[in-house]
Each structure stands twice: as C-alpha cells, then as structure tokens.
C-alpha cells in the first residue's frame, strides 16, 4: 500500500523510499464471516494437534541449545513432500525453509537484488514483493498485464528486454487474481530474462507457487530441472492450514540454495518451528484433503457468482476476484453491513473473496444477493 498522508516514522530519519508509506496488511475485524486473508478455514486436526504437542515437547527438552541451523531434517521431509506431490524428484540440497514464503523472498533478493539492482513483477500481483524489494533497497519495476489478469508475454518480454532486472518475480497462481501461468510461459520469460542479463550469471525467476496445491494444473516444479537461475517458491501457510506456523519453503539449484545461506540470519527458524512444520509433514494426506474440499467451495463460488451476473476471474487459488462494481469499496462495506468480511485489494472494480467453509460460503453467496438486489430497486 501507499499513501501520502504523513506518518509517524516520517519525523525519524528514514531511508527517503520509505516516506509516505503504510505496512502491508488486511484489516482485523470482528464479524461472523471472515473471508479476506486467504487463510484455510479448517482447524487442524486432532491427531495432528496431538502429534505437534509431542514434536514440540522434545524440543522444548533442548531450547537451551541452538536449533539445527540447517533444518536438515525438514528440508528432507520437504523434499519428499515436494517429490511425491509433483511428481518431480528434489533432493534436501535443493530445498531451503524459512519463516514464511515471505523470509524466503526476502533472503533471494538480499542475495540477487539490493542496491543498484532492480526486479521486476506483473501487477496487480502480490503486493509484498514490490515491499519486499523496497525493503532490500532494489528497484522495483511494474510489468504489464491484459485486461484479463494474464500475463502478455510478448510485452513482458520486451519489458525485460528494455530495463534487464536482475529479479523476475512470476506468481502462479496469481494474488489477487487466481490466475494460474502456463509452463510455456514461464519458459518464456526465463529465456528472456537470461538473454537480457549474459553477464554476471543471468538473471533470477522467481515463480511464487504459495497457491500452487489449489490449482488445476501441475506444479511448474519440473520446470528447475537444468535451470539454475529458476526458483520455485512455496508456503506450508495455505495448503496445510498453517498460517500461524510460519514456514515458507523454496525449490531450486543446490547453488541458489548455498547462495541464500549468505544472508540469513543465525539460527533462522526455531526448534519449536521445525518440529511444527515436521509434525504437520507426517499428515499431508489428511490436509490435503481438505485442500480437495476447498477446490470444490471455490468453483462452487465461481459458478454461483456467475449465475448471478457477477463477473469473475477464472480462479486456481483458495480465493475468487469478482466484480465488477462502480465502486468497489462501497460493496465491500455492503458486505461487511452484512456481516461478511472480503478483501478490497485496490484493483478498480473487483473484490477477492477467500474459499471457506460451506456454511461460510453460503453467507458470503446471500449477501451479495442481497447486494445485487438493494442495487437494482
């Protein structure tokens, strides 16, 4: 977000990139419905509840030592994850974890961004990579999209072409639009990206998969095998019901993950933190069946907000965009009047609404009926 109101931090002396702008976040209210953070609906289960209390005891017997600074057991278990998920085989050396995908963005462009460097990204998309970037003190450049949320890939690659970042952030499926990237696309802009870039090693592709469990199509994992500069970004926050863990996760070559090591900090990810992640790894099916379910709600979302005549982004996320509206912001009040909290993301027209439970959706679906209905008399 921005904004040029003054700020407190603005009478410190802050770095000039900074002024004037607010923290990312999604407002925190307490209504009946809250669909706007993309978070899973389900608790965890119980044994896997049972089996986090037993994990984080045995830890707890050893907090007065430092963690496994290299998660090796994690990113073992990550790597099978990742393997037996998609089909590609990935070794621990090509895995690397920390708190949240967020941290592990962070980390790739303390080491391929920074000062003097530039990244480039296709908006509207994830708005923290643009802050992230700013954090690093690497420029950021906005990229083209259609009218449709996809990606141009002809005006993408002329774009990489002209200003030749050292970073090229894909997001796929794409927040907060939930349109997914075809592999030949990606391909596309890889070999863009090293074309513009021959010296010092090419440039990094960054696909940030955060979403990618809940697509239609298979993960774009396969497409690291012989691309060293291609990196595949992932979240344990969405797919496993693990928001309040905090573990993001990456693929990539073995020297993409030696290289992030430059820059994290000592002991990043704590020992309560990998027996959490671990314990949740050993019930993958049971949580990605729920995964299956929420699948199901979001085209069940699709087809009823169609079948009103609301217009909606084909969505491979947990969440669906849907508009259009005059004015959006007053629809989203319209919606929190009733009870049902949405995300009103800035794009002119559209709101976001994450997939919940059943029960969640069917309020969702009623209040823009009711909407729809209080619009048209």
């Known amino acids: 977000m921005t904004g040029n109101s003054t700020t407190p931090w ?23 419905v809250r669909l706007n953070t993309n978070e ?36 073992t278990e990550l790597a099978h994850y990742l393997s037996r998920s998609t089909g590609h085989p990935v070794g621990p050396a090509q895995v690397w974890a920390a708190n949240g995908s967020n941290e592990v963005l962070q980390q790739l462009l303390q080491a391929f961004g920074g000062p003097g460097r530039t990244a480039i990204g296709f908006e509207p998309s994830y708005s923290m990579h643009a802050l992230i970037a700013r954090g690093t003190g690497t420029g950021w450049i906005s990229g083209p999209r259609r009218a449709d949320f996809t990606i141009d890939v002809d005006a993408a690659r002329a774009a990489i072409a002209e200003k030749r970042p050292e970073v ?35 440039a990094m592709v960054v696909v940030d998969e955060a979403y990618g469990e809940f697509s239609h199509r298979p993960s774009l994992l ?16 969405k797919a496993f019901g693990a928001a309040g863990l905090r573990l993001g996760y990456l ?24 027996a959490t992640a671990l314990a949740a790894l050993e019930h993958t099916d049971t949580l990605l069946g729920y995964v299956e379910q929420l699948k199901s709600e979001r085209d069940r ?5 169609r079948a009103m005549g609301v217009e909606v982004t084909d969505s491979d996320a ?20 009733r009870g049902v909290l949405v995300r009103d993301n800035g794009v002119p027209g559209w709101l ?6 059943p029960e969640e959706n069917d309020a969702f679906l009623d209040a823009v009926r009711e909407l729809i209905k209080e619009s048209t008399t």
């Open 251 to 274: 693929a990539a070559d073995p020297a993409v993950v030696d290289a992030v090591q430059l820059v994290r900090l000592p002991y990043h990810l704590s020992a309560v933190t990998q």
């Open 352 to 357: 976001r609404v994450t997939a919940g439970t």
């Open 168 to 202: 090229v952030f894909v997001t796929s499926p794409n927040n907060p639009t939930g349109t997914a990237v075809e592999a030949e696309a990606v391909l596309a802009l890889y070999e863009a990206a090293q074309a513009a870039r021959p010296e010092g090693g090419g």
């Open 40 to 75: 899973n609906p389900y608790p965890l289960p119980e044994p896997l509840v049972a089996r986090i209390a037993e994990r984080v005891a045995e830890a707890a017997r050893h907090l007065n030592r430092y963690p496994d600074r290299d998660a090796v057991e994690l990113r």
């Open 10 to 32: 603005d009478e410190l002396p802050i770095r000039d990139e900074l002024r004037g702008k607010s923290p990312y976040g999604a407002p925190q209210l307490d209504v009946p």
């Open 222 to 237: 396969p497409l690291i095998q012989g691309r060293r500069n291609l990196v595949i970004s992932r979240t344990m926050s």
């Open 301 to 305: 979302l699709v087809t009823e907000l």
């Open 318 to 337: 947990n969440f669906v965009q849907f508009g259009r509206f005059e004015d959006s912001h007053r629809a989203w009040q319209g919606l929190l009047d």
